[in-house]
């Protein structure tokens, strides 16, 4: 045996485990049965963990989660992440994971969120961690507790790396690799648990079973000159892929990190199954994008422009908002329509409308903010165009109006950095504008009103 082989075999569990977690910056330690909890953050100067807080309560943890998330994010995480939600996923075997947006430093940054059993054997204790995914470079030392706190770090990134399937411990110079880990899943597709070239082997033999549309992201991750030139600036190189299992496309997410000390020309690779999680955001997303959408005419609606406002007020108070404008803008006539032709007829002059307001802003976002009226905000390519627009949706409108088809009028005002304080202020500019356009229109030929 080379002294190669010496040291690979003389590596622990516990050393692999910590290279695969040393991202988590906050840990809960969690009695489902009573909901007391412990929050753990890294001490400041050692590798101890610090008790921050304790609590009596769950609730506390989902609401710390709910009011420090970004705010297009909370609707995800209100929804998510539950006590039922999360017994019900480690009850069926699976790690619990959840990846969205929270406000650090008043900066919205990717965190991802994971719970887990604490070990097979204890099914009242979870641990439940946080992770920064938006700054891999920001490293988690490998923590011991004391006696006194009675849980060590090695205790903790082990029940936090239990859920890998498989793990792999790499010479990033040779290409030599050896397999720590392997699921039955794992198993069962043959993988070879060592060799001479990793980076060669999963280019090429292992390219079978990635899902045939994921193979080119896959090939170019895996390309050993790039893998190694984003390592030399973030420690952390993660990948979510579909991999053909039991022959069902199935996510896979492969995180890569660096020994850290005097063995950092080696790496650890994880690999785990993220099916579940993957398909749970995929539901969040299309959920939130069912709850911000206006179901007649398929634009925004006015949750999402308050939210959208919130954002930007949040922005004009930290003197970061980019400009913008905002387009007022109101269906004239629709409750003649409704009255004379019906309320069928009446959805149908809506949403002809916002086709007439889409079109005439094309990249911008479009809300409908009530029976009959929208709103805009521009940025961009349409502000800067923002008079060409305005010019050529007028010039329909009133032609429209001669013909008897739909007409809309509107009003628009520029963000005034220095003087505008919420985005409120803009709006109620434009729409007093819009009432004028409303006015001018009225004595126009054809008109309706």
Known sequence: MNNEEKYIHSLKYSDISRALSRDFFKVFCVNTSTDFFVEFIPHENDEALDINRKGES?????????????????????????????????????????????????????????????????????????????????RLAMYERDAEKNLTYAAVSEALAADYDCIYYVDSK??????????????ELNLDQSGSDFFNYFRTDFLSFIFEDDRDIFLKAFEKENLLKVLSVDRVFILTFRMLIKNRPTYIRIKVTKMLGDDNNHLVIGATNVDGSMKRKMQYEKMKE?????????????????????????????????????????????????????????????????????????????????????????????????????????????????????????GVSDYVKGEDKKVSAVFERADALMYERKAQLKGKPGNRT
């Not at 690799?177 to 794992?186: G, I, N, V």
């Not at 009959?372 to 165009?385: I, P, R, T």
Request: charged content about 25%; aromatic content about 8%; some cysteine.
């Open 290 to 410: 069912i709850a911000n959408m206006d179901s007649l005419t398929g634009v925004k609606n006015k949750h999402a422009y308050v939210v959208a406002e919130n954002i930007i007020d949040r922005e004009i108070e930290q003197g970061n908002s980019d400009p913008f404008a905002v387009v007022v803008c109101d269906v004239n006539g629709l409750k003649i329509v409704n009255d004379t032709l019906g309320h069928k007829a009446g959805d149908q002059y809506i949403n002809d409308a916002c086709s007439l307001i889409c079109e005439a802003f094309k990249r911008s976002p479009v809300y409908r903010i009530g029976g009959d009226e929208f709103a805009v905000l521009l940025k961009g390519a349409d502000l800067k165009n923002k008079e060409k627009l305005i010019d050529e949706i007028n010039q329909r409108v009133e032609e429209n109006q001669k013909r008897g088809k739909v007409v809309v009028s509107i």
């Open 174 to 187: 040779s290409g030599e690799f050896t397999e720590f880990k392997s699921s039955e899943d794992y198993k």
């Open 58 to 138: 769950f609730k506390e943890i989902v609401n710390y989660l709910v009011e420090s998330a970004f705010s297009l994010d909370m609707d995800i995480v209100r929804a998510a992440i539950t006590k039922n939600n999360i017994l019900k996923v480690l009850t069926d075997g699976d790690a619990f994971t959840l990846n969205y947006r929270m406000m650090l430093e008043n900066k919205a940054v990717y965190v991802r969120v994971k719970a887990t059993w604490i070990n097979n054997n204890d099914f009242t204790h979870i641990l439940f961690a946080i992770s920064n995914t938006d700054a891999h470079m920001q």
